[in-house]
């Protein structure tokens, strides 16, 4: 078996009916998808495949044999984050940071297929996702900024060494 | 002080959203071994046979450990503030909650280790559980723990974490009316997105590495080296990278179990809790039973308080004495009563053992209180505002442990809370303020506060 | 490398309609994974330990067909698919889980989800039976097409292929929910009229497979008076979800609805 993930193409040793959430964590050893109930109830493994979100515990690594895989590490970096990475760290919608990487790549997809700055439309996307830090506000926050084009790419809003941390914070609300 | 008021970035905000923070799932330790435990099927019985040769033996399993490899067995979380121990770290000759872990083992992978479980002989003798903690007090209640049903080592071997303030007769005699409640508010689980979940590695100079989710690292360090009975420095905790916790990752319910491992097996080792194990098995925020009789006057004073709470705690103590404590300082609210007498138990049943969760103990009794005072106000027929602003903590007010309020928020909360409902209020009410009461504000019965606090 | 699942078992990836029916055989001792939504994680617990899977990931037998009035869908169509069908179809299919599961899910897998542990899970049972669908499968003694009725009460050893259905005059749909989007429904009840007057109603979550309601059908002019009969045709359990208690009252109200929605829609 064959799995592009991120751009890199990998030949698969597991089993075919591996979840493709173990392939990736552990033959792969790509982590930002997490273990939070391998079930399908609680979103924190979702990723991509070719484009779509779908929760990585529930599919059969056979099932995605040859498919295209994104996962958070393949969005954008910490000097080039994406605009959706850029939202969620503006908007404190990362707590503990658990339930983020699966959020990021929902609301990822969301973005992509178009989806508009709407509260409703975007708890429809991201209906499968729980968290139990935020609340959930300052994640619809975040996704409703980046559908509005309120966040610039690859504003890294960070501390340079040397320089004092920030006070005014570019884009967050008031 | 330029942080303080400021909007400043989270320090883990880009790794976070970059995918990159190291949770303790996400270490990578070759080597590693796969735990699973052997936990309770029954809510209460006897341990008649517990036999792991077969297990030991299998291919694959690298280490099955037992109370009988525990040093020192029963270590409470509060062991080290003088409140002493009742739970063993894997238990010997009973368990008391469904879940409870009996043995532990170490295996090449997670298949294995269940396997390995699974061949664990175990012969239990069913006892009567005990589930409400209400009937715990019930004349024909199983007796549930070595300790009775409630736990008897409060200050002075108290039975009971108790308060009395003022006159409570005097306030009862002087009422015109008693209103009475019960609350029972019912145990929730944390459910962190990252369950329970640890990993430890046994360094070649004789120390572990251990990669913890606790919420308290200092303390479950300290809990480790006591099950261990090592000094600290054998001990080089990895955390502070917590994947959601609200209470339910201070009880170091991993780490000791999974360092027994490791240095038995000589191999790193990783227990990592399934989500079915973390709602049947880790502790929960506590059920309580909680009944209020108020003696109020006809124009909505609150002369006395008479209180009994009883306060889950499940199968063992952990934290729960302290949780009561704090329960018990709480128990007039946001509103200051001159007149008290409460008693609180924290009692035993076959639930799984409870712990803190956001406002440990607090948040309770809020809901008692809260839910009592509209019930008064419904009682007497008055605004539940005016009797809130009314009864509200002042300055120079006292609380049940006699503390003197020096900057009390209650009027404002409500008179926020009335803007923001569009509640009207009488001109009185809308100009209150926190400073100390006087004129009709200073009733009879709080001149002086009726008695005062130090015989508590 | 911990891993959860069996490795040992042998797994069939039929690429056609054709491989797939020879690969199932008489279905002894096959497991059927099709979005795997419910049989992957089943594994993961180790609660499930198949021999054989046949997966059917790359064996088409999927697609939404009209012939007239007619309408065919292959098994491994995706719930996700079918949420622009007319009701009660499409509203049931809209209130299956979340859009990441409703694209994983499929309809034969819906159609044959065994009773969960925790919640009920075959939420389109109970829209299929107020269509008076059909159902083409394969297994011991070849092809067969039965009433979902018949098929559900007996649905062991058989590979759904397709299901197919009238489009009816009416629909309507209720469902008794968890406050979450996601979550599964605690009771799912569907009505449907045919053309001629005929009214089917109903119910999913309820012990074992979806079930008609033929009392509550038979008071179809009386919404009030059909819940009431509706509770004697079903049998409750508890469950994460809910008690058998609280379906039990729930019922009722919910088949008040779907047949005022019915009648509304006259
Ligand atoms: C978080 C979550 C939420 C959910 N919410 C809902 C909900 O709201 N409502 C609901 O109804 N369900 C729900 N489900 C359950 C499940 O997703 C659906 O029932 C789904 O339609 C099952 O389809 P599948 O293809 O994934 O099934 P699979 O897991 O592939 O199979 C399920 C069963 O059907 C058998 N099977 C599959 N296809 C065929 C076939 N063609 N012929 C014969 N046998 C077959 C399998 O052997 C297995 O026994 C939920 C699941 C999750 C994880
Ligand atoms: S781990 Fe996949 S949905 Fe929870
Ligand atoms: S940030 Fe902790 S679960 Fe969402």
Redo the contacts between chains.
């Keep these: 078996m064959k799995l592009t993930v991120n751009g890199v193409e990998h030949e698969i040793e597991s089993a075919p009916l591996t979840p493709l959430l173990y392939v990736l964590r552990e033959e792969l ?1 790509i ?2 998808p ?6 399908g ?2 979103g ?1 493994c979702t990723i991509l495949v070719s484009g779509e979100p779908r929760r990585a515990c529930l599919l059969a690594v056979a099932a995605v044999d040859g498919s295209e895989i994104t ?3 393949g ?4 000097e080039a ?1 994406s605009p959706i ?2 939202a ?2 503006q908007h ?1 919608a ?1 707590q ?6 699966g959020m ?1 790549m929902a609301a990822h997809a969301y973005l992509e297929n178009g989806g508009g700055t709407g509260r409703e439309s975007i708890q429809e996307a991201l209906a499968g996702h ?4 935020t609340g959930y506000v300052k994640i619809l926050d975040a996704v409703s900024a980046a559908a509005g084009g309120e966040v610039a790419s690859n504003q ?4 340079q060494p040397g320089e ?6 570019p884009g ?1 609300p008031a | 002080m ?2 303080v008021g ?5 320090y ?12 303790v ?2 270490a ?1 330790v070759p080597g ?1 071994l ?1 735990v699973k435990a052997l936990r309770s099927p029954s809510h209460n019985a006897d341990i008649k046979d517990l036999d792991v040769s077969k297990t030991e033996a299998m291919k694959g399993v690298h280490a099955v450990v037992t109370w009988k490899d525990v040093p020192l067995l029963e270590y409470g979380h509060l062991s080290a503030l003088g409140i002493p121990a009742d739970e063993p770290l894997l238990a010997k000759d009973n368990v008391r909650y469904k879940g409870q872990p009996i043995a532990i083992v170490a295996a090449e ?3 294995t280790a ?1 396997a390995a479980v699974d061949a664990i002989n175990l012969d239990l003798e069913e006892q009567p559980p005990l589930f409400d903690v209400r009937k715990a007090f019930d004349s024909d209640a199983p007796v549930v723990h070595q300790w009775g049903n409630w736990y008897p080592h409060f200050e002075g071997e108290m039975d009971r974490r108790q308060i009395r303030k003022g006159s409570i007769d005097e306030a009862f005699d002087r009422a015109d009316a008693i209103v009475q409640g019960v609350y029972r508010p019912a145990a929730i689980e ?6 329970q979940v640890c990993q430890v590695v046994p360094e070649a100079d004789g120390r572990l590495t251990i990669y913890s989710c606790t919420q308290a690292l200092y303390f479950s360090m300290g809990v480790v080296a006591a099950h261990l009975q090592v000094p600290l420095n054998r001990l080089k905790f990895v955390g502070g990278t ?3 916790g ?1 209470g339910g990752k201070v009880d170091t319910a991993t780490e000791t179990m999974c360092s027994l491992l490791a240095l038995k097996s000589g191999r790193p080792t ?1 227990w ?1 809790w ?3 194990e973390e709602f049947l098995c880790s502790s929960t925020r506590a059920p309580w039973h909680m009944e209020i009789a108020d003696a109020v006057t006809k124009d909505g004073w609150i002369l006395g308080r008479k209180m009994l709470t009883l306060h889950d705690s499940g199968a063992y103590s952990r934290f729960s004495p302290y949780g009561l404590t704090k329960h018990s300082f709480h128990h007039t609210g946001a509103y200051t009563i001159p007149n008290l007498h409460f008693d609180g138990y924290v009692v035993y049943t076959n639930r799984v053992p409870t712990t803190a969760m956001r406002g440990f103990g607090v948040t309770s009794v809020s809901f008692a209180v809260e839910t009592h005072m509209s019930r008064i106000a419904k009682e007497l027929g008055l605004d539940p505002f005016e009797i809130r602003l009314k009864n509200a903590n002042r300055k120079g007010d006292t609380s049940p442990n006699g503390i003197v309020y020096t900057d009390p928020s209650t009027i404002p909360t409500i008179l926020a809370v009335a803007d923001e409902l569009g509640h009207e209020l009488p001109a009185d009410y809308r100009t209150m303020s926190s400073e100390k009461r006087e004129g009709e504000l200073l009733p009879e019965h709080l001149v002086g506060q009726i008695g005062n606090s130090e015989d508590h | ?4 699942v ?1 490795t040992g078992a042998e797994v069939l990836l039929p690429t056609s309609e054709d491989e797939a029916v020879a690969a199932f055989g008489d279905g002894a001792g096959v497991t059927v994974l099709a979005g795997g939504t419910i049989v992957v994680p089943e594994m993961t ?2 609660y499930l330990k198949p021999q054989r899977v046949l997966m059917l990931a790359q064996a088409g037998l999927d697609g939404i067909a009209r012939d007239g009035s007619r309408t065919t869908i292959g098994a491994m169509t995706s719930v996700a698919d079918l949420t622009d069908l007319p009701s009660p179809l499409g509203l049931c299919a809209a209130n299956v889980a979340d859009l990441e599961i409703r694209a994983q899910a499929t309809v034969g897998g819906n159609l044959c989800a065994p009773q969960g542990r925790d919640a009920p899970r075959g939420d389109l049972q109970s829209a299929f039976l107020a269509l008076d669908a059909q159902v083409r499968s394969v297994g011991a003694g070849g092809e067969r097409t039965d009433p979902v009725e018949t098929f559900l009460a007996d649905r062991a050893g058989r590979l759904i292929l397709d299901v197919s259905f009238e489009e009816p005059a009416a629909g309507a749909f209720a469902r008794l929910d968890r406050p979450h989007t996601h979550d599964y429904s605690a009771l799912t009840v569907c009505a449907a009229r045919t053309a001629d007057g005929t009214v089917r109603v109903a119910v999913a979550g309820v012990e074992g497979p979806a079930v008609r309601l033929p009392s509550a059908e038979a008071k179809a002019d009386d919404p009030a008076a059909a819940g009431a009969a509706a509770v004697s045709d079903a049998t409750f359990a508890d469950d994460a979800l809910a008690s058998a208690w609280y379906r039990e009252r729930t019922l009722p109200v919910l088949v008040r609805r779907v047949l005022t929605q019915l009648q509304e829609a006259a």
């Design positions: 050893g982590t930002s997490k273990v939070g109930c391998q079930q109830g609680c924190s996962t958070l590490e969005l954008g970096t910490a984050l990475q850029t969620f760290h404190y990362a503990c940071g658990f339930c983020t990487s990021v729980v968290c139990r830090c890294r809003w960070l501390p004092e941390a920030p006070v005014e914070v967050a | 330029k942080a400021a909007r400043l970035p989270r883990d905000g880009v790794a976070h959203v970059t995918g990159r923070t190291t949770f799932d996400d990578r590693t796969w992978d997670e298949e269940q944390h459910v962190p997105l990252e369950t917590v994947g959601g609200f990783k990592r399934t989500r079915e | 490398m911990p891993t959860a069996e617990y180790g």
